[in-house]
C-alpha cells in the first residue's frame, strides 16, 4: 500500500496540513460565521416570541379581569334587579290584597244589610200570618171578632216580655 509507503509520508503530511489549514480557515471564517449568524437570528426569533407571547398572556390576563370584572358588576346588577321586582311584586300582590279585602268586605256588608232586610220582611210577614192565624183560629173557637191591631199589640207585648 502506497500510504504506508515511508517515502510518501512528507507529501501527504504537507498535503494534510494544507487541507486542514483550508478546512480549519473555511470553516472559520465562512461556515462557522453563517452558522452562528443562523443560530443568533433563531435565537432573536424566540426571545421575540417569547416576550410578543409574554405580552399576550398579559393581556389575556387583563382581558379577563375585565371579563370578570363586567361578570361581576352585571350579576350584581341582576341581583338588584331581581330584588327591586320582587319588592314590587310583594307590594304590588299585598295592594290587591288590601283591594280584595276591601271589596269583600263591602260584599259582606252589603250581604248583610241584605240579609236584615230579608229577615225583618220575612218577620213581617210572618206576623202578618200569626194575625191571621190567629183571627182565624179565634174567630172559630170563639164568636169574638178581633182586630189586626188588637193582635198585633197583644203579638208585641208577648215578643217584649220575651226580650
Not at 183560629?137 to 171578632?145: A, C, F, H, Q, Y
Not at 199589640?153 to 226580650?163: G, T, V
Request: no cysteine; aromatic share 6%; proline share 2%.
Amino acid at each position: 500500500m502506497p500510504q504506508l509507503n515511508p517515502e510518501f509520508f512528507i507529501s501527504q503530511l504537507f498535503w494534510l496540513t494544507i487541507f486542514f489549514t483550508f478546512l480549519l480557515v473555511f470553516l472559520w471564517k465562512v461556515s462557522l460565521p453563517r452558522i452562528a449568524t443562523v443560530i443568533e437570528k433563531r435565537q432573536n426569533k424566540i426571545d421575540e416570541n417569547l416576550s410578543s407571547a409574554k405580552e399576550l398572556q398579559e393581556e389575556a390576563h387583563e382581558i379577563e379581569k375585565r371579563i370578570n370584572d363586567r361578570l361581576n358588576v352585571a350579576k350584581e346588577e341582576t341581583n338588584v334587579k331581581i330584588k327591586n321586582t320582587m319588592s314590587f311584586l310583594q307590594e304590588d300582590a299585598s295592594s290587591q290584597l288590601n283591594l280584595l279585602d276591601k271589596e269583600l268586605e263591602k260584599k259582606i256588608s252589603t250581604s248583610e244589610k241584605q240579609i236584615l232586610i230579608n229577615r225583618d220582611n220575612q218577620m213581617e210577614k210572618i206576623n202578618e200570618e200569626i194575625v191571621k192565624i190567629t183571627k182565624i183560629t179565634v174567630s172559630k173557637l170563639t164568636d169574638i171578632n178581633l182586630s189586626d191591631s188588637d193582635i198585633e199589640k197583644e203579638i208585641n207585648s208577648r215578643k217584649e216580655a220575651l226580650n
